[in-house]
């Protein structure tokens, strides 16, 4: 039987409590010029001190050499397997979370470009000079008024950053499976949303894209950067089984950027946004939040993106805040405490990567290991070994004495 | 392809011979309050010089985070996939196996409690104020009487401990397809055993415990103590393949308890009780047995009994002596000698859990890795990290050179 079908199974409810602490792309790597990570460069009492009395090892994201994005990351952190195609969150959705928009079960997203044709129809700049933010939204607005005017849909066009914005068409009998009409190139011309499926539902959706795009082309004529936008990834909600549902949790999450939030509302998860931007007011909101649910998943950002940038003393730094902020979590004494990231985000590579991520389960009983820092090296040599993503789930809620024996 | 099938495709029948020593719940866990494991603090002196010659690691009973019954977790150990439907063995099954009852593959069994209702039909103890074992054997013995006058099938009704009975239905045409009539709550009427299945053989089921439940109240009438009967865990023979067809072995079982003597004979290993419940009595057995057979499952029970108790000294004491009567089985000199658990039960604990089992593998050509001593630190740092319990058998297999190349 499925993995995620056993634990559901077996799950039970319980008052004991689960704090999953995400450092997102924490994991580094070890070359010949910089033989150290930003993790075992960090000076990180507190998490080494909670290795010490905790299992560990490395979590496997996707599977041994995929790079995973911070969907399909996430979501193995939760337990879905992020390679099963119930499970693929689609571009489109993941732009419109990205936006903190709330997504409901009839929402066609895809994401757009605005872009530039030729005269004769092919594609000039698929990024419009990569025209500003605010110039984005100007557009949009204008564009807005005229989607409006579209029989039996709710349209909407969200700018998101530069030439990025996100369409979300809210209606009856939508259907997702349409060809992108972005060719990806210069010099073509833009394609048609052809339905990939034979359904009146998917021809039906076709034709109401089409007219969308005739919207967005007529207000665009009028403008001298962009006359014409690109569309792709159009997807619908997943409709994934909530955590709620799946494990008996009652869970929250603490993010900062809507990425994030938007992933954990799929799951089912409370979603809050602390006051500011620090590490400190996302620990602030967890002591909060505390009594009221038994899930906590606490994300943090900068260490990904400082590791994008390749800025190995900023994601040092970042690592160390998380640190000194520990106690704050331990304060709360909950029954289990993971540690890990989504993927690695080594700043040598300035990009995610596929590298296993250093990974720690605190509780009474996960069985301490002989690990003593919370880095690469030492993980290296914890019991764990290198396990899927998914399985820290399953460990974390048997580790809280929320899953029943297996058979008699 | 199924693992199961290689291996079975693969099985070759040879002379050499393989020892499986199952030290039940052996495996423990390092706590703050208790940094050593029971293995870890017992002098195994034999097991320790073994682990120098053997190739070790951790066996993962079910997977990541499931704490196995005794039955998924032996399921495991000799190659069977516990997670897997048609590997399920019910929990009648189970309860029958618990009695040394042979089950044939005709017999409908159940496990069944007395107990009271009220006046008004609702259960007032499912547990008829856990009657005596005495008692329930009077009671058995009275209403086996009546259901000898069952038309068409045969029943059997034997006691088990206190409240509990075993029920076998033993004729053609029954199905295991019934829900349980136990309601599992006091304040509530006893359930129907209404069919899951609409097939015939599931409603002549029915109306055959229909049929029973009434002999059996009739005769609890007159009693003091229990006036009826719940029943649940309608189940039948698996009918899993037998180790012989499947591994070409000729198998036997040395096992005290009766769960592990039938899950044995399930599974076609001839089965043999010692002369006592003493190791040393298993150990006897097992050189008068050598010859015979080609394959030993020599079962230990006490460990996880006191792991359940969680007597610390007494598991202890108990792995000493598996460690003082290791020689015998060494002088035997078998080819392949495995010793491991089904399961771990840390007496922090005092129950099953879902931690991996240290796991030693001994064989000429096993691949001696670095580990030299047998408990939960040592075989961390072993060769084979954490396998699947599953892995196991085809590994004795290879190691005893009763598997042929896979391919040219």
Redesign the interface.
């Known amino acids: 039987?499925e993995?995620i079908k056993?634990?559901s199974e077996?799950a039970k409810k319980t008052n004991s409590k689960i704090v999953f602490l995400i450092i997102d792309g924490v994991g580094g790597i070890r070359t010949i010029e910089h033989p150290q990570t930003e993790l075992e460069l960090a000076h990180t009492p507190n998490l080494d001190a909670l290795a010490a009395?905790s299992m560990c090892g490395r979590s496997l994201p996707a599977t041994f050499g995929i790079t995973p994005g911070s969907g399909p990351g996430h979501l193995a952190l939760f337990g879905y397997d992020p390679l099963k195609p119930e499970h693929n969150i689609g571009r489109g959705v993941l732009e419109v979370l990205g936006i903190d928009f709330d997504i409901q079960p009839d929402d066609l997203c895809a994401r757009g470009n605005f872009a530039v044709k030729n005269p004769d129809g092919t594609i000039a700049d698929r990024r419009a000079g990569r025209l500003s933010t605010e110039r984005c939204i100007e557009l949009c607005n204008k564009i807005q008024e005229s989607l409006n005017r579209i029989e039996g849909v709710t349209v909407l066009i969200k700018p998101v950053k530069e030439y990025r914005f996100a369409l979300i068409i809210r209606g009856e009998n939508l259907s997702s499976a349409l060809a992108d009409t972005d060719p990806q190139q210069v010099g073509l011309k833009p394609l048609e949303p052809i339905p990939t499926e034979n359904t009146e539902s998917a021809k039906h959706t076709a034709e109401v894209v089409k007219k969308v795009l005739r919207a967005i082309e007529s207000v665009l004529e009028k403008e001298p950067d962009a006359n014409t936008a690109l569309l792709r990834g159009f997807s619908k909600d997943p409709c994934l089984p909530k955590m709620q549902e799946l494990y008996k949790l009652t869970p929250a999450a603490i993010a900062t950027y809507p990425l994030y939030r938007g992933v954990a509302r799929l799951l089912g998860m409370d979603v809050y946004r602390p006051a500011d931007e620090t590490i400190s007011a996302e620990m602030e909101l967890l002591k909060e939040l505390y009594d009221k649910y038994d899930f906590f998943f606490i994300h943090i950002k900068k260490t990904d993106s400082y590791g994008e940038d390749g800025n190995r003393e900023s994601k040092i730094k970042v690592i160390e805040q998380v640190d000194t902020e520990l106690p704050t979590i331990l304060a709360l004494n909950p029954e289990v405490l993971v540690v890990t990231g989504d993927h690695s985000t080594p700043t040598q590579i300035k990009a995610h990567s596929w590298h296993p991520v250093p990974l720690m389960i605190y509780s009474?009983?996960?069985?301490?290991?002989?690990v003593k820092q919370f880095n690469e090296s030492a993980c290296d040599r914890g019991?764990?070994?290198i396990?899927p993503a998914t399985?820290i789930?399953?460990?974390?809620?048997?580790?809280a004495g929320k899953?029943?024996?297996?058979?008699?």
Not at 393 to 399: C, G, Q, S, T, Y
Request: proline share 3%; charged share 30%; glycine share 6%.
């Open positions: 039987m993995k056993i634990v077996l009395k009474r009983y996960c069985d301490v290991d002989d019991r764990l070994g396990i399985e789930m399953p460990l974390a809620l048997a580790n899953l029943i024996k297996y058979g008699a």
